[in-house]
Every structure is written in structure tokens, then in C-alpha cells.
């Protein structure tokens, strides 16, 4: 089955330690995306990456850190500067490109707390 | 990308068409009305989009004023299981920039 997973489901962990969330594609997208969600809220991108070895920050970037060495995989680290991190996280990925149908596809989310 | 507006909360009675609102009165040529769903503690699901002729798929029928400055997302026969928020958001189709999500319409399915 094609698709995008996220592990873990759920992470807990304390302040002041650097956590990397893991988001893997197997939809041969190029264009792949982090956001953030808090509780009744919308979502809010971190970070996107049009293509390997390239990324772009977000609105909300500060705190965040991202790589793109593989087109299948795009990992998010919460760092410790991240002064609320406690968050669902969501990954997704689309085609991408100019002219080309573009809608995006979610993982199912990591639910990070930070205690 | 343009800016809208929807209600916060619907509610719909099984079985029924549940039509979903959206304004989006400063949307331009070359931006296109996509639908989302958000089921509770799961990723947004794509549902459908268009420009400015009316579309249909498995899941929905997109409904766009002639001025673009509106649109109605219908699910025909709503089950409990279409329980979700519901985004509607416009951008310009030809980049791989973000989406993005307002707060959406919380649909509430009733038995």
C-alpha cells in the first residue's frame, strides 16, 4: 500500500532533549512538509522540502531542524530551543510540481509531550 | 493565497446532505478551492477541488458561485463516520508551496 508513516503514535519526553520524529514516503512524492497542530487549532508548517538536499523554513521554523538526504524520507527534530513543543505533529507529502494535480497526503501524525 | 471563512460548527442529521460553507471573497484567477477533512487525533484527508466549474467525485460535490467569491461542499448522504472538521482552503495550483489551514468547520454527524 502507498502512503506516509510517522513513528511513533505518541512520544513523551523531558525538557531539554532533542527529539527527531521520523516521516517516510513510499508515494515517490518530491514535495514533503511538517506541520504543527494545537489543540482546536489549524495547522501551521514548520518546514517543506520541494526536493532532496533542499528545504525551506515555515512560519514557525524556530526551534525545528529538518534533513532531506532521501526523497522517501524527512525527519523533524524538536530541539530544545523549541520553547513549547508539546504538539501533534503531522507529515505529508505531494507531487509537487508545476502543473501537476497537487494535493497533499498526511501521515497519521506523531502526538509529541514534553513534560 | 486567498483568505476564508467558515463557520466553526454544523451539525447534520444521518443520512442527509451535510452542505459545508466557504467565503472566499479576495481569491483570485488562478487559485483553486480545495476540501479537507480532519478526522479527531488523524491526518486531513484530501477530498476534493476545482477552479470554477462545479466538481464531483466519490466522496463530495464542490458547488463554486460564478463570481468564485463562494463555494459549498456537499456530502450527500453524511454518516457518522463524516464526523470531522472540515477545511476549505485556496491557492494557486503550479508550486509545491504549503496549504494553508484555517480553523475549519466542525461537522457533527447525528444518529
Known amino acids: 500500500d502507498g502512503g506516509i508513516t510517522q513513528s511513533p503514535k505518541y512520544l513523551f519526553r523531558k525538557e531539554g532533549q532533542n527529539v527527531t520524529l521520523s516521516c517516510e514516503q513510499n508515494?515517490?512524492?518530491?514535495?514533503m512538509y511538517w506541520y504543527r497542530q494545537d489543540p482546536g487549532q489549524g495547522l501551521r508548517l514548520i518546514y517543506y522540502?520541494?526536493?532532496?538536499?533542499?528545504?525551506q523554513k515555515g512560519d514557525i521554523a524556530e526551534g525545528y531542524s529538518v534533513s532531506r538526504e532521501k526523497k522517501e524520507s524527512f525527519p523533524l527534530t524538536v530541539t530544545s530551543a523549541q520553547k513549547n513543543p508539546t504538539a501533534f505533529y503531522l507529515c505529508?507529502?505531494?507531487?509537487?510540481?508545476?502543473?501537476?494535480?497537487?494535493?497533499?497526503?498526511f501521515g497519521p501524525g506523531t502526538r509529541l509531550t514534553v513534560t | 493565497d486567498a483568505k476564508t471563512t467558515q463557520p466553526p460548527s454544523m451539525d447534520c442529521a444521518e443520512g442527509r446532505a451535510a452542505n459545508l460553507p466557504c467565503n472566499h471573497s479576495?481569491?483570485?484567477?488562478?487559485?483553486?478551492v480545495y476540501w479537507y477533512r480532519q478526522i479527531h487525533s488523524q491526518g486531513p484527508q484530501y477530498i476534493i477541488h476545482?477552479?470554477?466549474n462545479n466538481e464531483t467525485n466519490e466522496m463530495a460535490s464542490l458547488i463554486i458561485t460564478e463570481d468564485r467569491k463562494s463555494s459549498t461542499l456537499i456530502l450527500p448522504h453524511a454518516t457518522l463516520r463524516d464526523t470531522a472538521v472540515y477545511y476549505c482552503?485556496?491557492?494557486?495550483?503550479?508550486?509545491?508551496?504549503?496549504?494553508?489551514f484555517g480553523s475549519g468547520t466542525q461537522l457533527t454527524v447525528l444518529p
Open positions: 522540502s520541494q526536493i532532496v538536499n533542499d528545504f
Open positions: 476545482g477552479l470554477k
Open positions: 505529508a507529502s505531494s507531487a509537487g510540481l508545476a502543473g501537476v494535480r497537487y494535493e497533499q497526503y
Open positions: 508515494l515517490n512524492h518530491d514535495a
Open positions: 479576495t481569491i483570485s484567477g488562478n487559485e483553486y
Open positions: 482552503i485556496v491557492r494557486a495550483s503550479g508550486s509545491a508551496r504549503q496549504l494553508t
